[in-house]
Every structure is written in C-alpha cells, then in structure tokens.
C-alpha cells in the first residue's frame, strides 16, 4: 500500500527555525516533492529530492533518507507568509507516470 | 502565476447535474493531472494524460471522466453529482516525459460547490 505520515499542525515563532518530517511507504519511488499551498490556493513547488542528502535552496531546504524511507523539510528564519500547509509527495514512479501521493499536509503556524 | 491556467474559478451547482472542468497546461507541457481536494481529505489523484493518451488513473469515481485534446487542453466531466462532490479540482502539468522526475505546476484550481 503507500502511506505517507506527517504531523498534522505546527507552530514556531517568527525569525526561527522549523524541521516538518515526513515518512513514507510507496510500491515504487522516484523521487520526493515538497509543496507549499496557501489555503485555498494552488500548491506551489519547493523542492524534489530524487537521492539521499540534503537540498538546499535559499532558507528552505530538503533532506532525504531512500532507506528509512524518511524526508524532512527545514525552514529557517520564519516569515509570518510561511504560514501555510506543507505537503509531502512521493512519486511511485509505478507504471508509465509521474503521478504524486499527497499526505495529509503539515499546517504551519509562524507567530509573532 | 505556474502557467497553468483553469476555468471556471467557482462553480455552484445542484445534485444530479454534469459539468466540465477545463485546464489548459504551460506551454510546451504534454502531460496533464488531475487532482481532487477536499477539506477531510488531502490531493487526491484522479487521472493523468500525456500527449492526448491516458497514462495512469487513482481513485476517480466512475462518474467522473477526462480527455486530452489534440491542442493539450484537458476536460474533467463529472456528472450525477453528489454533495460529496464539493471539492476544490486542480489541474497540473508538466514535460517532458511524464514521469516521476518531472515537477508539477498546479492551476489554480476550480472550487466546486454541489447544492
């Protein structure tokens, strides 16, 4: 079956730092995606990790573990516009698609 | 702005009746998916279309079904209508090949509201 796992809601204060974890079980893989989605707005890309280690791009980066099965997505220097949902999205990479498994997404909350 | 664009924004509608979403991908993109949101349930996977030919299928309802036109826009129909139906639809899309290494670019998505 494929089952992806991330907590539900965070809170962190503006300025700091946040690590959103996400664990997975898919019947193929072919990469990682994290996307950032406004509340009723379309998701928008962060980051794709297809091998094991860490992406970074900006104050945002993306760690991999293909073997635990295991990503994480750590933002630094919080602005309150990071409050959003983060969803998590493996690509199965079964058959002849690049078709992604959303988990349930990680609402994030930067306060003051 | 991804790109990707999506009509209708907003459509109201009653129980029983059909309608037709539409996207139209970024320029030069071939593949197109489709994706249901509602509020107790993340993105769910409907179908995917690459180059006018159906590449995957998730849990799309038999009521539901999609196309890939000649020119790369694509139509989601969804007919007999149900309440549970009530979902934000969005439509992604990406090149070139389709596959799980390709990143996706979301529309805007179409908020659906059954009556």
């Known amino acids: 079956g494929q089952n992806i796992d991330q907590p539900t809601e965070m809170t962190a204060t503006e300025g700091a730092i946040v690590q959103i974890n996400c664990t997975y079980q898919?019947?193929?893989?072919?990469?990682l995606f994290w996307y950032q989605q406004h509340a009723g707005e379309a998701p928008t890309f962060l980051s794709y990790?297809?091998?094991?280690g860490l992406e970074e791009k900006g104050r945002f980066s993306s760690f991999l573990s293909r073997s635990k099965g295991y990503s994480y997505l750590l933002l630094k220097e919080l602005q309150m516009k990071d409050s959003a949902s983060y969803l998590c999205?493996?690509?199965?990479?079964?058959?002849?698609?690049?078709?992604?498994?959303f988990g349930q997404g990680t609402t994030l909350q930067v306060k003051p | 702005d991804s790109g990707v664009t999506q009509t209708p924004k907003h459509l109201i509608t009653a129980t029983g009746q059909r309608v037709t979403l539409r996207c139209s991908p970024r320029?030069?993109?071939?593949?197109v998916y489709w994706y249901q949101q509602s509020l107790d349930q993340g993105l769910q996977f409907l179908i995917h279309?690459?180059?006018?030919?159906?590449?995957a299928k998730g849990n799309i309802l038999e009521r539901f079904s999609a196309q890939q036109f000649p020119d790369l826009h694509s139509e989601l129909n969804l007919s007999s209508l149900e309440l549970g139906d009530s979902a934000l639809y969005f439509c992604?899309?990406?090149?070139?090949?389709?596959?799980?290494?390709?990143?996706?670019?979301f529309g805007p998505g179409t908020r659906l509201t059954v009556l």
């Open positions: 999205a493996p690509s199965p990479g079964s058959g002849n698609t690049g078709k992604l498994i």
């Open positions: 279309y690459y180059n006018g030919e159906e590449r």
């Open positions: 320029s030069g993109d071939l593949s």
């Open positions: 990790n297809v091998l094991d």
């Open positions: 992604a899309s990406s090149s070139p090949s389709g596959l799980g290494t390709d990143t996706q670019y």
């Open positions: 898919t019947s193929g893989f072919n990469g």
